[in-house]
């Protein structure tokens, strides 16, 4: 299988960490794709109709995306515990998670946009401000309802990537937060996120 891949996407990287974490890593090819809102990439454009990674292409299949699509395929592929839960509350709890995670790295990006990517004389302070609070108050959230002691799960992957990229890119911290911050720590030295470390600038 080939994963198309940016070493900067926190959804990319969390479906690589994923693949590693039930041991199907060594089976993907990893080839990195720069892509941008602005900048058009027709190698990806050519497998994913929305120009993003990741894309997982199988031989003499249709191409998978996005990160949520391709981790729940990647499970079926594997004999161990699934990181997706099958059945019962663990499984809409990971899936909540997840989904949080996703969004709050959505709202990242859009705040980079207001900060940096956005010509200047475009930016628009009061939606930088609400995504700001959204930020914050999901934070607050997470301080509150992560259950470090479960077990790894997609939701934690997702919001280990997301925590991840959001320290990368100078965003709102989550430092003040001690339980979160304690658990990011630890996840963040599995050796899944250290054979996966985020790199490069965006260019638009």
């Not at 190698?43 to 031989?59: D, F, H, Q, W």
């Not at 899936?95 to 705040?111: E, F, K």
């Amino acid at each position: 299988m080939i994963l198309y891949y940016q070493t900067h996407s926190p959804f990319a990287r969390k479906a690589l960490v994923f693949a590693h974490e039930i041991g199907l890593a060594d089976r993907l090819e990893v080839i990195h794709h720069e892509t941008s809102p602005t900048r058009r990439n027709d190698e990806v454009y050519a497998e994913n109709p929305l120009g993003k990674v990741p894309v997982l292409l199988r031989s003499g299949q249709e191409p998978i995306f996005d990160s949520d699509v391709i981790c729940a395929y990647l499970d079926t592929l594997h004999e161990g515990r699934k990181l997706i839960p099958e059945s019962g509350e663990p499984r809409w709890r990971a899936l909540r998670m997840q989904s949080v995670a996703q969004v709050l790295a959505q709202t990242g990006i859009g705040l980079r946009w207001e900060w940096e990517r956005r010509p200047q004389h475009l930016r628009y302070p009061e939606l930088a401000k609400g995504y700001e609070e959204k930020i914050e108050a999901t934070y607050d959230w997470l301080e509150q309802a992560l259950s470090p002691e479960e077990g790894v799960d997609i939701g934690q992957i997702a919001l280990a990537t997301t925590l991840s990229w959001m320290a990368f890119r100078d965003l709102p911290s989550f430092r003040n937060r001690p339980r979160l911050s304690d658990w990011f720590d630890a996840f963040e030295r599995r050796p899944s996120m250290q054979v996966t470390p985020l790199s490069g600038e965006t260019f638009d």
